[in-house]
């Protein structure tokens, strides 16, 4: 039986003075739920009013200190401040800022019922949005129904009512919303989800999305009964025919007598995709979580279904270091070998590894890649293979510098005893190879370890935060003269663009734009400068260094330069961003094994470019043309339907294919003006 003890002592006993409610009485249980629902409503409420206050109020602030030619850009840092006082992402804030002001400057009805409790902020928002284009005489109008439905309509509902009563009040208004949206409003995203999966968002015109259903369901259906798929798997894969340009589905059925046996399976082109993975995770001695770039963490499983006909290239991390350690402990300034603590396929890290070992079970010929643009000073050290020269890739040569003097121990640059210089650990990359054979499946998954060090975790944010409360100097960042512990430039660090070493090195750590929330891909953003770059006296400012950079999206790079905030790099290459008005946010990088230093690539074969761009949509009035009766209206019965995919599948005889296929082009070019003459339509449409 189900036991209410459970929750006397979190709800029932709750903080905050509140009374204890009665669990066994199921009537002021249900008043107790509405009551603090109604207080968070509340809440809500108030939280949304003063972040659209705050914003107005930093808007007017800026127009004053940048003027009225950069009007466009005030009021961004209230957002951006909003974002890190609340721990939400931007998106999140601009919709709190919005929904304020559209609640104080357009719609008093609707903030009276919602500063009132009795609705919840999705159907405020919901409002919100779907009345954002209609002007304020119109919505005038509305507002009283509206703040009527808002009480008993569910948020999709809401939207509905908010068009239906358009309609009905300013059909002409209606119809022009219409039109801006069909031209600015279409849009196809894609984003990731949890488990390896992700989430396709598409938004079309009403007559598109019915056609794009309809598609689905005709391709959906050109598999037989027995098709083991369930009816959602079914349409997932309709709809990637679809993207592929096939006809049908293939039907796993597997049966000799399945109407569609005699078709054969589709063949695809291969995607690019980039994957990041430790050695020990390919090969099954681990199960770490490995990295899709674009995605995020994905299972070693599919890590390794995906790297199994990929291109493969091994990177070792930190190898200089380890070489210095090995050697301080030896005695021996001489390189003895190629282990690393750190070997990465496709780049992740895999620990204790055999570097001059490849997927094909080779010697590999390889090349040290320091970054930063930075050569050792001992020459020994710099490139080497087991038994012989390395060979140098010649876009990794051009991306080579002579050497710099990073700082000694005692300041004298002394390199007898060669370090790894700080901020710019060395890699060695090896060349890339076609995919070897990896092991069978055998162990369960969970029956596998993890490599050394595989199973720790960085530092916390809240750690972080605890650290800097302790000891506020740590805000000045690890190197306030963005000079990256050097005492003498290295080559390229007084040019204000990045080599591409140095760049690969700064965008490695981070998968998104380090505005703490953002979700710019770090691939999109601008390398930033975080102790600002000095044209005039590019010695005395931050330096072109991996240890002074960051990937910051165009918003926040503007944001910056605005010094609307400040931004700190701490030990560890954490960055915290810190507003005007003391509000800290921290971004940390990413795990070691996840940082794309190399990329195993699966070979993608792109289509064709269009041979024209299409027209932009015509303002002139429709072509007459349009009312004339179409190919199918003339030979054709108004309930006549053309073959589906699911005939065409079983047709052998060309010519009866052929003019099949003719007949669902003279449909398609039918529905295509019946769309014209219905977009031309006069309103009340």
Known sequence: MFDPEGFRGSAGEGACGEPVVDFENGTDALAALQGFARAENVAAAHKVLTAAAFARRQFACEVDLFGEEFAYRAGRSAEMETALALGVSACTAERYVAVGNALDLRLPLIRAVFVSGRVDFPRVFA?????AEISDATLARMEPHLADAALYLTPRKLVAEVMRELIRINPAEAEELRRQRERHS??????????GMAQVYATLTAAEGRTLDSLIREMAGTVCREDPRTVDNLRTDAFMALVHGESYLHCRCGRDVCPTAHLPRPERPKSEVHIHIDLDTLLRLADNPSHLEGHGPIDPELARLLAGDATWQAVIADARRIHADRNHAVGD??????????DRVGGTDRGNGDCGIDSDGHRAEGVFEPEGDERPRDARSARYRHGGPADVDPQEQANGDPPREPKSGNGSGD???WTSPPGAPARYRLRRRQAGQLPPRHDPPTHRSQSPGGGTRGPRVADILDAIAAKPALLDGQYPDGHGGYDHPPRGALTYRPSNAVRAAVFDKYDTCT????????????????????????????WTVESNGQPACTRHHQ??????????????????????????????PLPAEQRPSARAEKAAARPAPPTSSPAPPSTEPPDLGIYEPTWWE????????????????????????????????HHAEHQAILGERHRHQPPPF
């Open 127 to 131: 409002i919100v949005d779907a009345v």
């Open 186 to 195: 279409r849009r196809v995203s894609v984003t990731a989800d949890l488990h």
């Open 333 to 342: 300034e001489s390189v003895t070998g190629g282990q690393g603590d750190s």
């Open 415 to 417: 390199s007898s005893a």
């Open 515 to 542: 505005f703490p929330g953002c979700t710019v891909k770090a691939r999109d953003c601008q390398f930033d400068h975080i102790v600002e770059f000095d044209p005039d006296n590019p010695h005395a400012g931050g």
């Open 559 to 588: 944001a910056k330069t605005d010094r609307l905030f400040r931004v700190v790099r701490l030990d560890g290459d954490a960055t915290v961003w810190m507003g005007a008005h003391g509000t800290i946010g921290v971004t940390l």
């Open 634 to 665: 003339t030979h054709m019965r108004p309930v006549d339907l053309p073959p589906t995919l699911a005939d065409l599948a079983g047709i052998t005889d060309p010519d009866h294919l052929a003019l099949c296929n003719q007949l669902r082009t």
